[in-house]
């Protein structure tokens, strides 16, 4: 029985309610996949302001993508209201920079400064040749005379966003007081997945002590390979309790996003390196006719691809009700699946082409969600910079992408070293990929290049539209689907090995088995495996055998999906309707 009178906590369960309504003071919220992390997150910044004294402006919550800071925000506005306007809800590469505008003098930039794109990193390395330049920007030697002279150019790299933003406060200790003021209330997501430059930015905004509130999953951690250490979250109790104040730590356990057998599934899977021994993770749902999980062995990638098709279609409902524009006929979607409720998950992006190519030509219409930044796409740099020099001009963002675009365009052709190499065609391209954010930051110039130079994605994403996402594995944490397919589970893409026979640590296979534990969590109703016998990597057609990481599973919980019946004429003559 739900308690009453609790307003705004009514919506979470008792231990969720526990880590939401926690006094201050360094809070650690340790969980499995699916328990409510984020949720309990969102409802305890509300609670705070709501129910409490906390002021949204003492409020800082700090994601690892625009696209999760984003979301945060959104769900935060269904429960606050219109003052999550004042709640500061960043990425720590936005949160530097923002830092960093307010105190450019200290680190010898003006508060114009840009971010360096590599055009800059090259002319910086100048008079060296491009190949010597190159190499010399992955020199460690080389980053001193690298950051003089983007000093001199008032250009700032993006790694430095957070390493100067780091000396700066090192350096002024009246800052630290500042901004310790302003953020009294400091939230992280995905905490397992912190790297030291950004765990350093943290130990400066928040002392031991303070109210800083960490969320997340060692098994979900996923980005070591970037310098992200697991050690930050097991050692935050350590870190930030203080002889007075001991840091909380609420574990949640009754995981609300998926099936009872794929949760079983996923926590067999996992079992092998847990990072979390002995930990709790009880299924919320306990369908009792919820299907199994099926698993497909594929004859070719060609084959893979086509399951899902297949696979898809029968969930939707029959390609015959569709329409041309991805809409579904509402007899369709009576009872069935629609196709926003479907991804497609994989290791690398290069798996996605055939998917992509199989799932379009069946009509069936699908949409990918990238974490590539739209600013290393051909022609986006060039029309940046022409905003910049046009930043008095009015109108609408769009509109003023649009006018760059024509000026760069204008110019392609000519020996201007600023565009050389680009097509006409790349220029319009850069300006369609660069509309959908445009629109959003409406007028104001310095947030649409502030989100280009940060990481603005570079695909059009939408919640909204009917259509299947494809997606990397580390481009789906956080988020879940009613249906998974987890495609190319073989040994050698997942675990991925960079060549055949490549040596791989055991942190590195465990890193990749997180991974697929990431993937199997993302689903909330179906979760379908497959994998091919054969595929072309490292240059050749090669045998691939599945993923070693399917035999920690109870093979009672997979449910093996048969290959494709031989097509009939009669049928065929039906899919091309
Ligand atoms: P991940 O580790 O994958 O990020 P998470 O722990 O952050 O997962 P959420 O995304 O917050 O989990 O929640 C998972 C799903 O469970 C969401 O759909 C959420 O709305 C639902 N959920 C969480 N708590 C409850 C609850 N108390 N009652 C009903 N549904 C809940
Ligand atoms: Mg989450």
Redesign the pocket.
Same mark, same amino acid.
């Given at each position: 029985m739900e308690e009453v009178g609790t307003g705004l906590l009514d919506?979470?369960?008792a231990l969720?309610r526990v880590a939401a309504s926690a006094p201050g003071g360094p809070l650690l919220i340790v969980?499995?996949?699916? *328990?409510?992390?984020?949720? *309990?997150l969102t409802h305890r910044i509300a609670y705070l302001c709501a129910e409490l004294d906390v002021y949204p402006e003492e409020c800082l919550a700090i994601t690892f993508t625009r696209r999760a800071a984003e979301e945060l925000r959104e769900r935060l506005e269904v429960l606050l209201g219109p003052v999550t306007e004042a709640v500061t809800v960043s990425t720590f590469h936005a949160l530097g920079l923002s830092i960093l505008r307010e105190n450019a003098e200290a680190v010898g930039l003006t508060p114009q400064f840009r971010i360096a794109e590599e055009a800059d990193l090259l002319a910086a390395l100048a008079p060296l040749s491009e190949r010597e330049a190159r190499k010399a920007l992955l020199d460690p030697a080389m980053q001193e005379t690298l950051a003089k002279a983007l000093r001199a150019r008032d250009l700032a790299s993006l790694d430095e966003l957070l390493t100067l933003t780091v000396q700066l406060l090192s350096e002024s200790p009246a800052l630290v007081d500042r901004y310790r003021a302003r953020w009294q209330w400091i939230f992280v997501d995905?905490y397992q997945d912190v790297d030291p430059v950004q765990y350093e930015l943290l130990r400066l905004l928040c002392p031991p002590g303070g109210n800083l509130c960490a969320i997340g999953?060692p098994d979900?951690a996923i980005y070591s390979f970037r310098g992200a250490e697991v050690s930050f979250f097991l050692r935050f109790t350590t870190d930030f309790s203080t002889p007075e104040v001991d840091a909380r730590v609420v574990r949640?356990t009754r995981n609300?996003?998926s099936s009872a057998p794929i949760l079983a599934a996923a926590v067999q899977a996992i079992a092998p390196t847990t990072l979390v021994p002995g930990r709790r993770l009880d299924p919320?749902r306990l369908d009792l006719e919820a299907p199994m999980v099926g698993l497909y062995p594929a004859g070719s990638v060609a084959d893979e691809a086509d399951f899902v098709v297949r696979t898809v279609d029968e969930l939707v409902g029959g390609l015959s009700h569709r329409s041309h524009d991805g809409r579904v006929d509402s007899r369709a979607t009576v009872g069935a699946m629609s196709f926003a409720d479907i991804a497609v998950l994989y290791r690398t992006d290069s798996q996605a082409g055939p998917i992509v190519d199989a799932l379009s030509r069946a009509g069936i219409p699908v949409q990918k969600r990238s974490h590539d930044r739209l600013l290393d796409r051909p022609g986006v740099a060039a029309i940046a910079r022409e905003l910049r020099f046009a930043a008095g001009l009015g109108g609408s963002i769009a509109a003023r992408v649009r006018l760059a675009g024509q000026v760069v365009a204008g110019r392609c052709g000519q020996l201007d070293s600023d565009v050389l190499g680009l097509s006409e065609a790349d220029v319009w391209n850069a300006v369609d990929l660069m509309t959908p954010l445009a629109l959003r930051a409406g007028s104001d110039l310095d947030e649409f290049l502030g989100a280009l130079a940060t990481g603005a994605e570079v695909d059009g994403w939408d919640s909204r539209a009917d259509r299947v996402t494809l997606l990397t594995l580390h481009a789906s944490?956080?988020l879940?689907f009613p249906v998974v397919f987890l495609v190319g589970c073989e040994d050698g893409l997942l675990p991925l090995r960079a060549f055949a026979g490549a040596r791989q640590s055991e942190d590195d296979v465990a890193e990749e088995r997180r991974l697929f534990f990431v993937g199997l969590?993302r689903a909330q109703d179906r979760l379908f495996i497959s994998h091919s016998r054969t595929r072309f990597r490292h240059g050749s057609e090669r045998e691939m055998p599945p993923t070693p990481f399917l035999s920690a599973i109870d093979p009672g919980l997979l449910e093996r999906r048969g290959a494709a019946a031989p097509r009939k004429p009669k049928d065929r003559q039906l899919r091309l309707i």
């Open positions: 919506r979470l369960d969720q969980a499995g996949p699916g *328990t409510g992390k984020t949720r *309990t995905e999953d979900q949640l609300y996003r919320a944490k956080g879940e969590t």
